[in-house]
């Protein structure tokens, strides 16, 4: 689990630098600046070490050129605000593959309930699209702070929440399963 907050840490290391540095300063160019700056870094510091760079990481990295130059040359934040929004959308897109979470739950569970684990699948693509639309929603509004409290209580509670309802539905599923399969063996 720290492994994953690390992975989107740094995947939007250079979000959370620009937040950090406007809400500190309110200087819009400073932290695109910033921002920008950090996640060349962050490449340059991957390349030297030798480590290997994800997607997400080049894909961050051209966004944050393409929509920090655009917060530049605009003097608007939005364009760098709406940018959490696209990893929603593309994690959403790649959880739309029938079966992608069969290979993240127990082998009992996906030998057990398959087709609960894949409409969970397809919830959760739901839920990041949800959620990519409500971060442009809030990115359009302008205010750093609602955005802020958005992507840091809304978003990541809703995946909170989510992840709950699928834990107490998959175990309650389950061994709901594996009584009815043991009673027909009984009646046998």
């Known amino acids: 689990m720290k492994d994953v907050f690390v992975r989107l840490g740094s995947d939007f290391l250079s979000t959370i630098l620009?937040?950090?540095?406007?809400?500190?300063?309110?200087?819009?160019?400073?932290?695109?600046?910033?921002g920008i700056a950090g996640a060349i870094l962050q490449v340059i510091r991957a390349r030297i070490r030798g480590?290997?760079?994800?997607?997400?990481?080049?894909a961050s990295l051209g966004l944050v050129?393409?929509?920090?130059?655009?917060?530049?040359l605009t003097n608007d934040p939005r364009f760098v605000l709406a940018k959490p929004s696209i990893a929603h959308f593309a994690i959403g897109a790649i959880m739309l593959k029938?079966?992608?979470m069969l290979r993240y739950v127990p082998q009992d569970v996906a030998e057990t309930i398959p087709e609960y684990v894949t409409i969970?699948?397809?919830?959760?693509?739901l839920l990041m699209f949800a959620l990519g639309i409500g971060t442009i929603a809030v990115a359009l509004t302008g205010d750093i702070?609602?955005?802020?409290?958005?992507?840091?209580?809304?978003?990541?509670?809703?995946?909170?929440?989510?992840?709950?309802?699928?834990?107490?539905?998959?175990r309650l599923l389950f061994v709901s399963r594996l009584r009815a399969r043991?009673?027909?063996?009984?009646s046998t």
């Open 18 to 34: 620009f937040a950090a540095i406007y809400f500190a300063t309110g200087n819009i160019a400073l932290a695109t600046g910033i």
């Open 51 to 58: 480590s290997e760079l994800g997607f997400m990481t080049w």
């Open 65 to 72: 050129i393409v929509l920090g130059t655009a917060t530049l």
């Open 98 to 100: 029938r079966g992608w």
């Open 120 to 125: 969970a699948g397809f919830s959760w693509a």
């Open 145 to 170: 702070k609602l955005w802020a409290i958005y992507v840091s209580f809304v978003a990541a509670g809703a995946k909170i929440v989510a992840f709950a309802i699928q834990y107490v539905a998959f």
């Open 182 to 186: 043991a009673a027909t063996a009984a």
